[in-house]
C-alpha cells in the first residue's frame, strides 16, 4: 500500500479485491491463512525467488528443515526438488492444513510436520539445508532469523547450506510530506474537540510500512550492513552514515529495505527500485521535520538490536539523526528517536484506591529506562 495522511487503507488495483476483504475474528478459524500466508502466496516475486533458490541448493535424498512453514509452499518446493525428507516446523494450528496440502499432492510421505517452536524442537538428525522465509523489517527485524541461526547452530551439517544465506541492509535520507503527514496527523489539530497531541510522541518513534519512489531520496542510498547468518551476530546492527544532500529539501525521515541472497544467483530485494514485494519499505519518520542544503550533512546513527527485550517486544530500532552545516555550525539540528518511545509506560493514578503502581510496571519502567539511556545514540 501506498501510504496517505488520509487513513491506511490498502489500495487495490480495480477489480473484486477492492470491495472484500477478510476480517480476523475468533468466530472462524485459520486466521494467520486468510489474513496473512494468503498475500505472501500472492506475492509472486517473493515466493518464486525462493522456490527458484530451493531448486538450485536442495538435491535428491537431501534432509531438509522448512522452519516457520506456514502454508507449507516452501516444504513441497523442497520435497518436489527431490528432498528425502523435509522437517515442516510451524508453531500455527495452520500446520494442519498445510498437512492436508502435502496429503492432496502426493508429498505427505517425505514432509514430516512439527507443531512447535523451533526452540523447543528436537530432530533425529542432522539436516542438509535449512530454509526460512525469515525475513521481518529491513530483513532482520523481528524474531525468525534469530530461531533459524538457533536452529542452524544445533541441526545443520557442517556442510550444509542456509536459504538465505546473507541479508543486507539499506537506507536513505527522505522527503516526502505525505509520509511525514501521516505520521504527525495527531498533531494537525483536533479531534472532535479534543486534544491528543500527546500521541505524537509514540507515533513518531514507530515503525511504518510503506512504498517509497526514488524521486523522494535526498542522497544516495547507504549499506547499513551485510549480515551472513551462520557467522555474523544477527541481534545486533550498528552504523554511523553519513549522508551528503544531492539536492535541497525537508528532511522527513530514511528509507529502509534489505537485499536477501538466497542462493548463487538468486536474490530477492525490497527496494524501491526492485519489483514490489509485500515487505515495502521500511519508513522511520522525524519528530519533526529538519531543512536540508546541498552543503549540509546528514548523519545518521542507526542501531537495531534483537537481544534486549522489553515488554514482549522483540528488540528495537534506533535512529539518532543530526544534519549540519560547515559554513553555518551554529544551525545544527539533532534528534534522538528509538521505538521504545512508543511502548506505553503506565502512568501513576490519582485515585486512592490505585496509588501505587504495580511491582510489574515498575520494573518495566525501570528496564526501559536503561536500555534507552544505554543503548541509545552511543553505539559502539
Same mark, same amino acid.
Given at each position: ?6 487513513n ?13 476483504a477478510y476480517i480476523?475474528?475468533?468466530l472462524?478459524?485459520h486466521?494467520?491463512?486468510? %489474513?496473512f ?6 506475492d509472486?516475486v517473493?515466493?518464486?525467488a ?10 535428491p ?6 522452519l516457520?512453514s506456514?502454508?507449507g ?7 518436489r526438488a527431490?528432498? &528425502?525428507?523435509?522437517?515442516?516446523i510451524? /508453531?500455527?494450528s495452520? *500446520?494442519?492444513l498445510?498437512q492436508q496440502a502435502a496429503?492432496a499432492?502426493?508429498?505427505a510421505e517425505? *514432509? ?11 530432530l ?13 523489517l ?8 534469530p530461531?533459524v541461526?538457533?536452529?542452524a547452530r544445533?541441526y545443520?551439517?557442517?556442510d550444509?547450506r542456509?536459504?538465505?544465506?546473507a541479508i543486507?541492509l539499506?537506507?536513505a535520507? #527522505? =522527503?516526502?510530506p ?7 496527523? +495527531? ?6 474537540g479534543f486534544d491528543? &497531541?500527546?500521541?505524537q510522541k509514540t507515533?513518531?518513534n514507530?515503525?511504518y *510500512?510503506?512504498?517509497f519512489r526514488?524521486? /523522494?531520496?535526498?542522497?544516495?542510498p547507504?549499506?547499513? &550492513?551485510a549480515?551472513q ?7 545486533e546492527? /550498528? !552504523?554511523r552514515l ?5 539536492r535541497?529539501?525537508?528532511?522527513h525521515g530514511?528509507?529502509?529495505w534489505?537485499? !536477501?541472497s538466497l542462493?548463487? %544467483?538468486?536474490?530477492? $530485494? !525490497?527496494s524501491?527500485l526492485a519489483?514490489? @514485494?509485500i515487505?515495502r519499505?521500511?519508513y522511520?519518520p522525524l519528530?519533526k ?5 546541498t ?6 546513527n ?7 527485550r522489553l515488554a514482549g =517486544?522483540?528488540?528495537f530500532?534506533? +535512529?539518532c539523526? =543530526?544534519? @549540519?552545516c560547515?559554513?553555518r555550525?551554529?544551525e545544527?539540528m539533532s534528534?534522538?528517536q528509538i ?7 503506565? #502512568?501513576?493514578?490519582v485515585?486512592?484506591?490505585? $496509588?501505587?503502581?504495580?511491582e510489574e ?9 536503561f536500555?534507552?539511556?544505554?543503548y541509545f545514540?552511543?553505539?559502539k
Open positions: 500500500m501506498d501510504i496517505t495522511s488520509e491506511a487503507v490498502v489500495s487495490y488495483s480495480p477489480g473484486a479485491e477492492a470491495s472484500i480476523p475474528t475468533p472462524t478459524g486466521p494467520a491463512l486468510m %489474513g500466508h494468503r498475500h505472501l502466496l500472492a509472486t517473493r515466493t518464486e525462493f522456490i527458484q533458490a530451493i531448486e538450485c541448493v536442495v538435491r535424498g537431501q534432509v531438509v528443515v522448512d516457520g506456514g502454508s509452499i516452501l516444504a513441497l518446493a523442497c520435497a527431490g528432498a &528425502a525428507r523435509v522437517y515442516a510451524e /508453531s500455527d495452520l *500446520i494442519f498445510a496429503q499432492n502426493g508429498l517425505r *514432509i514430516i510436520f512439527i507443531h512447535q517452536d523451533s526452540r523447543r524442537a528436537d533425529p538428525e542432522k539436516v542438509d539445508v535449512i530454509v526460512s522465509e525469515c525475513l521481518g529491513m530483513g532482520l527485524g523481528g524474531t525468525m532469523v530461531a541461526v538457533d536452529l544445533r545443520l551439517k557442517p550444509g542456509l536459504i538465505p544465506q543486507t539499506f537506507i535520507p #527522505v =522527503e516526502s505525505l509520509h511525514y503527514e501521516y505520521v504527525h496527523v +495527531w498533531e494537525q489539530g483536533r479531534f472532535y491528543l &497531541a500527546t500521541f507515533a513518531s514507530n515503525l *510500512i510503506a512504498r526514488p524521486e /523522494s531520496f535526498l542522497s544516495r547507504q549499506q547499513v &550492513a549480515v547468518l551462520l557467522t555474523a551476530n544477527v541481534t546492527v /550498528s !552504523a553519513n549522508f551528503a544532500p544531492t535541497s529539501g525537508r528532511l530514511f528509507c529502509g534489505f537485499e !536477501a542462493a548463487d %544467483g538468486v536474490t530477492l $530485494s !525490497a524501491p519489483p514490489p @514485494t515487505w519499505q521500511l522511520l519528530e521535520e529538519l531543512p536540508v542544503a552543503d549540509s550533512l546528514i548523519q545518521l542507526f542501531g537495531l538490536n534483537l537481544g534486549l =517486544e522483540p528488540g530500532f534506533r +535512529w539523526t =543530526e544534519v @549540519t560547515p559554513s555550525p551554529a545544527t534528534l534522538k521505538t521504545l518511545k512508543s511502548i506505553p509506560r503506565k #502512568v501513576e493514578t485515585h486512592a484506591c490505585h $496509588s501505587e503502581r504495580s510496571s515498575l520494573k518495566t519502567n525501570s528496564k526501559q529506562n536500555i534507552e539511556q544505554n545514540c552511543d553505539s
